[in-house]
């Protein structure tokens, strides 16, 4: 379509280009001919007067034969054919004639003037003697030399045209050659990726719109697969960008390998690569093709010095079922994939409408916790921990809480998973040590005997090593001594990274801060472990505590628990005590602390001061 109209415009342009120049060279040749005629009769003219003077005294004295003579002259100019010269009754004296060209000029004098025939000139002037008119000469000249002349300058000039038309035609073609390769490789660039090859992003969503359309006509499906690569960040680190960039070459070879050859392949960003299974409309087919480039991606790549190991996140949406035009689709695959992140990697995953809440949610929260962090909606409860022994208030926990101006409060079940996946999580709980330092300072400072405040931690605090900084820091700025405060984990924390963690929570016991392991009973609970590790103070899992009293076994596996924590010299608090019934049954099974909604409800700062004692 564009090819036909692009020739049919160069047509056009050659042809008004062609016509304008014929049209000016016409111009040229007919302002060349009618000048060069005006020379000529000029010049004739004025010969004809030389003449004319020194004819006077032959005309005045009837001497025939020198006039004969003087325009004999006239010979010696080949565009003279014919010439005459009158008496003043216009009778002739003398004429000269070329001899084979037919007399013309009559025997009587013509008028004074000219007239120009197609291929002759006629010319006659009066030949003045003291201003009065003796007689006239009459002068007849062939315009062939001015033909002649025309013709030269016509076919010179055409050829002129003509070579410079080829050469335009030449250069126009070059051009257009030249034009066509740019192009191709604009067009090449446009929809070609080039690490590996593959079509690029754009060129994929051209190739999915076509699908859907089809499938709009003939009511078939396909599977839209979203490959995100786990651990490439690793590769790069590693090895470095060029390495990066051979894996994903490799990455494309193999995945291309994989595939059918109707199927459309594309990288479509860093790490992420895109498929179409095209005309796989059950998600059995699709699942099976999916589960096989898993396979393929856990093949060890060979970089050269090392092997790099990778895998696959795949998000599977089928289209148009799930994904009915270009957005819904690349957005339903991305969210399926995103959750094949979440579940552990090197899998996939099919989009489903509540995969697609749920992720939606998290982006949602994600977004919302940065502005959380910076336009100060989070702010801590306290809930208040009983010593058993005392009947007072011997500890509180701090809770953290968000309110969003629309959304109200929302929980930390819901938001703290989210915190954690996203690192987020660091600049929470640096945010709530510097609350909960600076709580504990000013109700210190009305007064009030504020006991230890059990913070929580969440492992990835730890695993980055500045849990330590962070709390030293907080300490320091509100002066606060270290057992101010004590820090809640789950076990989990150590799975992994026992050493490492021993040893940074190590420090902070060291220094005089309680460490308790929160949620006891729901994860490892190996007590023999615990012996070994920074911890002195076990929380019982609510979910013990809820049975209780009625539930026997419950009830043995509470006593148990309170028993061994104590043989491993270990304080145990159980929480989520609800009742006066829970709370008796835990302090006659030795529980040294209780906290729950019976004990009191996670208050404010300002809610929290009655329950404290003052000094
Ligand atoms: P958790 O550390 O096990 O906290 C105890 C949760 O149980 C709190 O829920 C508390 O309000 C609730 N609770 C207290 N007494 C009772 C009771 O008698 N019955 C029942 N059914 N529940 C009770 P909350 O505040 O919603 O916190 C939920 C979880 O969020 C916490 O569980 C903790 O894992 C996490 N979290 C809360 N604040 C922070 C924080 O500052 N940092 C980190 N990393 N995690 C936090
Ligand atoms: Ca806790
Ligand atoms: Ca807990």
Request: charged content about 20%; overall charge negative.
């Given at each position: 379509m564009i090819d036909i109209r692009r020739r049919n415009y160069l047509w056009l342009n050659l042809v008004s280009t062609g016509s304008a120049l014929l049209i000016a060279l016409l111009l040229l040749l007919g302002y060349h001919w009618f000048s060069q005629r005006d020379d000529l009769r000029n010049n004739l003219t004025m010969q004809a007067n030389l003449l004319g003077a020194n004819l006077t005294a032959a005309i005045v004295f009837e001497d025939d034969?020198?006039?004969?003579?003087?325009?004999?002259?006239?010979?010696s100019s080949p565009i003279i054919l014919e010439a005459a010269v009158y008496r003043l009754d216009g009778s002739l004296l003398a004429s000269f004639q070329r001899p084979r060209a037919p007399p013309k000029l009559a025997d009587r004098g013509?008028?004074?003037?000219?007239?120009?025939?197609?291929?002759?000139?006629?010319?006659s002037v009066p030949v003045q003697m003291d201003g009065q008119i003796v007689g006239s000469i009459a002068l007849r000249a062939w315009l062939d030399d001015l033909y002649r002349d025309l013709r030269r300058i016509f076919g010179s000039m055409l050829v002129i045209l003509a070579v410079s038309a080829a050469f335009g035609t030449y250069a126009s073609r070059q051009m257009r050659l030249k034009m066509a390769a740019t192009e191709y490789e604009i067009e090449r660039m446009a929809l070609y990726d080039r690490v590996t090859g593959l079509s690029n992003r754009h060129a994929f969503e051209l190739g999915l719109t076509q699908t859907l359309?089809?499938?709009?006509?003939?009511?078939?499906?396909?599977a839209l697969l979203f490959i995100d690569v786990d651990d490439f960040k690793k590769v790069n680190d590693l090895f470095g960008h060029q390495v990066g960039d051979a894996v994903l070459k490799t990455v494309g070879e193999r995945l291309g390998k994989a595939l059918r050859g109707a199927d459309i392949l594309a990288r479509i960003g860093g790490d992420e690569f895109a498929v179409i299974l095209t005309n796989t409309s059950t998600p059995n087919d699709a699942a099976y093709v999916a589960d096989n480039l898993?396979?393929?991606?856990?093949?060890?790549?060979?970089?050269?010095?090392?092997?790099?190991h990778i895998g696959f996140s795949i998000g599977i949406c089928m289209i148009p079922k799930d994904g009915a035009n270009i957005e819904n689709a690349l957005r339903n695959a991305d969210l399926a994939m995103y959750h094949a992140k979440k579940s552990g990697k090197n899998t996939r995953q099919f989009f489903s409408e509540s995969i697609g809440e749920t992720t939606r949610r998290g982006l949602d929260i994600e977004a919302g916790l940065r502005l959380a962090l910076t336009n100060e909606q989070l702010y801590v409860v306290y809930q208040p921990q009983r010593a058993v022994r005392s009947g007072r208030i011997e500890g509180l926990e701090a809770l953290v809480r968000w309110r969003h101006p629309?959304?109200?409060?929302?929980?930390?079940?819901?938001?703290i998973p989210v915190a954690e996946e996203t690192s987020l999580i660091q600049d929470i709980g640096r945010k709530v040590l510097n609350y909960v330092c600076r709580d504990i300072a000013e109700l210190r400072d009305s007064?009030?005997?504020?006991?230890?405040?059990?913070v929580n931690v969440s492992a990835l605090q730890v695993t980055q090593g500045k849990i330590g900084d962070d709390i030293r820091a907080a300490l320091e700025e509100y002066r606060l001594k270290p057992d101010s405060i004590k820090i809640e984990l789950t076990e989990s924390v150590f799975i992994g990274h026992l050493e490492s963690h021993t040893r940074i929570l190590q420090d902070l016991r060291s220094a005089g801060i309680d460490i308790a392991i929160d949620d006891f009973g729901t994860g490892y609970s190996s007590l023999a472990y615990l012996h070994h590790l920074p911890v002195s103070i076990l929380k019982?899992?609510?979910?013990?505590?809820?049975?209780?009293?009625?539930?026997?076994?419950?009830?043995?596996?509470?006593?148990?628990?309170?028993?061994?924590?104590?043989?491993?010299?270990?304080?145990?608090?159980?929480?989520?005590?609800?009742?006066?019934?829970?709370?008796?049954c835990l302090e006659q099974a030795g529980c040294?602390?209780?906290?729950?909604?019976?004990?009191?409800?996670?208050?404010?700062?300002?809610?929290?001061?009655?329950?404290?004692?003052?000094d």
């Open positions: 034969r020198t006039a004969a003579d003087i325009i004999g002259t006239l010979n013509s008028p004074y003037g000219h007239v120009f025939s197609s291929n002759e000139l006629l010319l359309q089809r499938h709009g006509r003939d009511g078939g499906g396909s898993v396979r393929i991606a856990a093949e060890p790549f060979d970089t050269g010095s090392a092997l790099a629309e959304w109200g409060i929302i929980a930390p079940a819901e938001f007064g009030y005997l504020v006991p230890p405040v059990a019982i899992d609510m979910r013990f505590i809820r049975d209780l009293p009625d539930d026997a076994e419950a009830l043995a596996l509470v006593k148990g628990l309170i028993a061994m924590g104590h043989a491993v010299d270990l304080l145990l608090i159980a929480e989520g005590v609800e009742s006066a019934a829970q709370a008796e040294d602390f209780l906290q729950g909604y019976h004990v009191g409800l996670p208050l404010l700062k300002q809610e929290i001061v009655k329950l404290l004692q003052t």
